[in-house]
């Protein structure tokens, strides 16, 4: 069983900065992806970013390239996500994942899921 706690959330003006973080226990193997997707109120959850385990291969979403950053820390189990040049569209709620195999940008192919760490950018 694997546990994914985000944090690093709040609000923040258009063009700030942000880094979240995705802390993960229990039993992870070392060919465990992770991602990043969000939720914005009344729209499908959607990709972000993604991170094989070796941290050699990220996905970055269209929307976000160049601004976001995705990495991660495996000797502190930990997911990051920094966040550039906010935008009010960035706006939503942000998710960690996890799931065995390379790094996918759909939500459906993962098992492991926290709770979610609410992002604001006002307009």
């Known amino acids: 069983q694997v546990q994914l706690v985000e944090s690093g959330g709040g609000l923040v003006q258009a063009g700030g900065s942000l880094r979240l973080s995705c802390a993960v226990s229990g039993r992870t193997s070392s060919d465990y992806a992770m991602g990043w997707f969000r939720q914005a109120p009344g729209k499908e959850r959607e990709f972000v970013a993604a991170i094989s385990w070796s941290g050699g291969t990220t996905l970055h979403s269209r929307s976000v390239s160049g601004r976001f950053t995705i990495s991660r820390d495996n000797s502190e189990k930990m997911l990051y996500l920094r966040m550039n040049s906010l935008k009010p569209e960035d706006t939503a709620v942000y998710y960690c994942?996890?799931?065995?195999?390379?790094?996918?940008?759909?939500?459906?192919?993962?098992?492991?899921w926290g709770q979610g760490t609410q992002v604001t950018v006002p307009s």
């Open positions: 994942a996890g799931r065995l195999g390379a790094p996918q940008t759909l939500p459906d192919v993962y098992d492991d």
